[in-house]
């Protein structure tokens, strides 16, 4: 007798979701989302270039580049029917990156962003509650950049400053402080800023390790 | 605001040392760092935290919404490398500007060490909500400080001909040095 292909339901496309109502109307918080469930969306229009800001993610491929890498971490913020009005992307840093050097052990925030038609609904915080909201993250040290020239400082009516302040306020909720480096993306403006979050059973030895490499010393 | 201290660097002699604001606990250690600065250094000190007991007094009357010291200390044995004042004003005419001043132990110069301590002021002064910075350095004294913060974007304000004077007579200039903390994306 034939088996059956199993099933895949529209949860093991989005991974967890959460429901909630904003002023912009209902928004779904989607978890881990699958590829097959990004062929199907499509991006807001508050996402996209505009005259003095571009959105990191312009496209739904990039979407699936990060979710198709290994441990690559894709949530959406989806309003209905499945228009990407936000997302956080996470994966390993890149192999040319000065983290790689540490290994698996650092795991980078690559972007959260918000779509200017969507913004003052918390949504960049719903969606790093639902990505860090992972036991995966306890073995991890994770990291996010932040450089200036790609703040929508236009659109937030924010100078660099005020922004810089409120991406560490956003991100201090989920356990992130700010830690210095020499890393000459980051130290090329003030505003620039490197937070951690270090995961609870990442060893003193590592943490060490990674101090000096945020100052060029390579682990030996 | 100082939830993200002690902020840690690391020297390029590969010294882990940590920048934390001051606490009254570190007042024989910040002692021994101030009678380590040379004499003729001394001199140039405006508020004499070389004397133990002005020194004593400042520590118990800490007030960080008016002057925020921050040190640096090397980790391994808690010594005080460096010590930075950010001097705030609770008049509203200008309490959106902040003065700044550092001095690092002699035998811990070359290191950046004042170059770090300056640019986490910078950020410090940001996250304040502050707009201007503004340090004084004397010149022909504190060169290294006018070229760590001309690094950082500060720029040279004005020059007070002859402001100082030094432990032999001398004349020397203030040179004032600004930076500016609230960009828009227009100044990009």
């Not at chain 1, 959260?112 to 639902?130: F, Q, T």
């Not at chain 1, 000459?184 to 800023?193: H, V």
């Not at chain 2, 405006?46 to 004397?51: G, H, I, T």
């Not at chain 2, 986490?120 to 022909?140: H, N, R």
């Amino acid at each position: 007798m034939k088996s059956e292909a199993p099933l895949i339901t529209y949860q093991d496309l989005v991974g967890p979701t959460d429901r909630i109502e904003t002023h912009c109307g209902p928004i779904t918080i989607c978890g881990s989302c699958q590829p097959a469930f990004l062929r199907n969306s499509k991006l807001d229009a508050g996402l996209g270039h505009f005259s003095h800001y571009s959105s990191i993610i312009q496209k739904l491929e990039a979407f699936e580049t990060y979710a198709s890498q290994k441990d690559g971490k894709v949530t959406l913020a989806i309003a209905d029917p499945n228009v990407v009005v936000g997302y956080c992307v996470g994966s390993y840093p890149d192999p040319t990156d000065r983290w790689a050097a540490l290994g698996d052990l650092m795991y980078e925030l690559a972007a959260v962003e918000v779509s200017r038609n969507y913004r003052g609904c918390k949504l960049g915080e719903k969606l790093l509650a639902m990505t860090m909201n992972d036991d995966f993250f306890e073995d991890k040290i994770a990291y996010m950049c932040g450089y200036s020239w790609h703040w929508d400082l236009e659109g937030k009516e924010l100078s660099a400053a005020q922004y810089r302040s409120m991406m560490k306020q956003l991100y201090s909720k989920f356990g992130f402080r700010e830690v210095y480096t020499n890393e000459p993306n980051i130290t090329l403006r003030a505003e620039n800023i490197m937070m951690i979050r270090v995961g609870s059973r990442v060893l003193a030895e590592d943490q060490m390790k990674f101090r000096h490499l945020r100052f060029g010393m390579k682990p030996k | 605001m100082f939830k993200d201290y002690p902020k840690a660097i690391v020297t390029k002699d590969g010294e882990s040392v940590l920048l934390r604001p001051v606490k009254p606990e570190d007042e024989k250690a910040l002692n021994e760092f101030f009678s380590e600065i040379p004499d003729d250094e001394q001199w140039f000190l405006r508020e004499k935290l070389d004397d133990p007991e002005v020194l004593h007094d400042c520590l118990q009357k800490l007030n960080y919404r008016r002057t925020l010291p921050i040190v640096a200390v090397r980790e391994k044995d808690g010594k005080i490398i460096a010590n930075l004042r950010l001097h705030l004003s609770m008049a509203r005419c200008i309490e959106h500007v902040a003065h700044l001043r550092v001095m690092v132990h002699p035998d811990f110069r070359s290191l950046k060490i004042g170059s770090w301590m300056i640019l986490d002021c910078v950020k410090t002064a940001m996250d304040m909500g502050l707009e201007k910075l503004f340090a004084e350095f004397i010149a022909g004294v504190e060169d290294a400080a006018i070229g760590a913060a001309l690094k950082l974007d500060f720029r040279h304000e004005g020059v007070l001909k002859d402001y100082i004077k030094d432990k032999h007579g001398g004349y020397r200039d203030l040179i004032i040095m600004s930076r500016d903390l609230q960009s828009k994306w227009s100044d990009f």
